[in-house]
């Protein structure tokens, strides 16, 4: 069997001139058309703006119609998201045994590098990305196992982690002030066990018949994503049609995570996307999910449930039940936990 330095796209892609089988999607699920129009895109909103009840009311809009958004003057400085992209991007530049090296050091496996998903030896088909992920709570636990290389990986990814740590609670608080929920609501448990996740996508040699990521909704609160400014890639449904997502200098994406939707009993949407390829230039991404420590409960807001009126749609789960069991269905668990 392979090795996990050999499986990885980036050390193989550039010696194929056409897609392997193994990554070739079926036609029904294949990139195909896409709208990228200025009356189509994803909400921007101005999180440096006066009026905090427009941006309230602009924030649950955008999580009610699409479960997507973007976000200009957040605080978080420019070169602080340059350092972090940059940082991600040599990291998936280093030869392929020193990026195994790196995320092999957790006798956990919570900081790991993997190819295509990480149930890579189930798939029937692969997905053209390599990936790295690892937990990154306030407290500083679990840095041991970051990559030491680059050098300033630590610095760099600490430094963005604090920051997108805030970043997440002001917006979390901005839809409990919408939906009427306890303003710290999502503090502590809900929002304590947040983890990085750094995609690379290769140039493709035919992108029309592969993806970077299938069509799914994240596991989480919420999601906050750091594009790269020259590539895009993101792609998000919508009534039927896979929008864009145009990456904006300085902005980060937004998006409503399946646990959020639970928890809001379907007030907010959770929304499918996916990632495609192309086959010029390298595509790098990196996603900060805000996920509830193992042992928290997921089920509907107790203030946004009505026996008679509005009724739980879901079945309440612990987080790491949830976890578990999303891992090994799928988009099929959405279905099962709901109430007949």
Request: include cysteine; glycine fraction near 6%.
């Amino acid at each position: 069997m392979e090795s996990l330095d050999e499986m990885l796209v980036s050390s193989w892609y550039d010696v194929h001139s056409s897609v392997p089988p193994s990554y070739v999607q079926p036609p029904e699920r294949r990139p195909g058309k896409v709208i990228n129009s200025s009356d189509k895109a994803i909400p921007v909103i101005d999180l440096g703006g006066h009026d905090r009840l427009h941006t309230t009311k602009q924030i649950l809009k955008a999580s009610q119609d699409y479960g997507f958004f973007q976000v200009i003057n957040h605080g978080v400085s420019k070169d602080l998201m340059d350092e972090t992209l940059n940082v991600f991007k040599e990291f998936h530049a280093m030869s392929a045994k020193e990026k195994v090296n790196e995320c092999s050091q957790d006798p956990n496996g919570s900081c790991k590098l993997y190819t295509s998903s990480e149930n890579y030896k189930k798939d029937a088909i692969h997905y053209w990305k390599d990936s790295l992920t690892h937990p990154c709570p306030p407290s500083g636990e679990f840095m041991e196992y970051w990559p030491k290389k680059p050098s300033n990986y630590r610095k760099v990814v600490g430094e963005y982690t604090r920051e997108l740590k805030k970043l997440g609670l002001e917006i979390l608080e901005i839809i409990c002030e919408g939906l009427g929920l306890n303003e710290g609501y999502f503090c502590g448990g809900l929002s304590e066990n947040p983890a990085m996740l750094a995609h690379h996508y290769p140039p493709c040699p035919e992108p029309c018949l592969t993806l970077g990521l299938a069509k799914h909704r994240d596991p989480t609160i919420i999601t906050i994503l750091l594009q790269d400014e020259k590539v895009q890639g993101l792609q998000v449904l919508k009534d039927g049609e896979w929008i864009g997502v145009q990456p904006i200098p300085n902005a980060f994406v937004v998006n409503i995570g399946l646990l959020m939707q639970i928890i809001t009993n379907g007030k907010l949407v959770g929304a499918e996307h996916r990632a495609v390829t192309n086959s010029s230039i390298a595509r790098t991404s990196v996603a900060y999910f805000i996920y509830p420590s193992f042992e928290s409960i997921i089920e509907a807001a107790q203030a946004l449930i009505n026996a008679t009126t509005d009724p739980p749609i879901y079945k309440s789960m612990s987080f790491g039940d949830f976890r578990r069991e999303f891992f090994q269905k799928g988009p099929k668990l959405e279905e099962e936990l709901k109430f007949l």
